[in-house]
């Protein structure tokens, strides 16, 4: 089971329901998200403001605070669209926590204000450890965005330097499977052997980024 201690102080523990109807509102959702909201969120609980006011580290112009939210689920699969709803109405990083019955899992959102460029999950169940430390709140945000996309090796990396990398991986694993989607409903032969051709050399240049990675 994950660790959920957080080691966080007193001071950043603000354990406040808010109610889902104050996304509706401030995001002016239509019926059928609404009704998502609905079916598929629980609750929703602030957990903790990581600020300089709370844990006593900086904050900086891209990140002046962190929020750790809790979100309890009525199913086994986290509502990426509704994350982006929620990460829209709120103007700083967010750390989620996911629970449905005794499961457990995590997601951070890679995100600028309100502008959201990608989310990052651990798998259910599986333990991630987070380190609440830096010299401001940036580097405290990076690191927790480090703890989804690299192992302990990676982690000094820097952190432009780790998103462009798996960037270019997500990039290329869609490219694979968009061919291999189209290579499966193509009837010309010669256009067949072509995009395998193409698909061949992707999967290659996949392959050689994820040795360098090991």
């Keep these: 089971m994950q660790n959920l201690e957080l080691k966080l102080p007193k001071e950043a523990f603000v354990n406040k329901f808010i109610a889902k109807?104050?996304?509706y509102e401030k995001a002016?959702?239509?019926?059928?998200?609404?009704?998502?909201?609905?079916?598929?969120?629980q609750r929703i609980t602030w957990m903790y403001k990581l600020a300089e006011s709370t844990i006593g580290i900086s904050k900086t112009e891209m990140v002046t605070e962190i929020q750790?939210?809790?979100?309890?689920?009525k199913e086994l699969k986290i509502p990426k669209n509704l994350l982006k709803i929620i990460d829209k109405s709120i103007p700083y990083q967010i750390l989620y926590r996911f629970i449905n019955c005794d499961n457990i899992a995590y997601g951070i959102t890679l995100k600028e204000?309100?502008?959201?460029?990608?989310?990052?999950f651990s798998d259910w169940n599986t333990d991630i450890t987070f380190e609440f430390s830096?010299?401001?709140?940036?580097k405290v945000?990076?690191?927790?965005?480090?703890?989804?996309?690299?192992?302990?090796?990676?982690?000094?990396e820097s952190f432009s330097d780790i998103i462009d990398v798996d960037n270019k991986i997500k990039a290329l694993e869609t490219e694979i499977s968009t061919l291999e989607n189209s290579i499966s409903k193509e009837k010309q032969f010669n256009r067949?052997?072509?995009?395998?051709?193409t698909l061949l050399e992707k999967k290659i240049e996949l392959s050689e980024i994820k040795v360098e990675l090991k």
């Design 21 to 23: 109807a104050k996304f």
């Design 113 to 120: 204000h309100t502008s959201v460029e990608n989310y990052y």
């Design 192 to 197: 067949k052997v072509e995009m395998n051709k």
């Design 28 to 41: 002016n959702l239509n019926a059928k998200l609404q009704k998502e909201f609905v079916d598929k969120v």
């Design 134 to 138: 830096g010299v401001d709140l940036e």
């Design 68 to 73: 750790i939210f809790e979100i309890e689920l």
């Design 141 to 156: 945000y990076q690191k927790l965005v480090k703890a989804f996309i690299c192992d302990d090796g990676r982690r000094q």
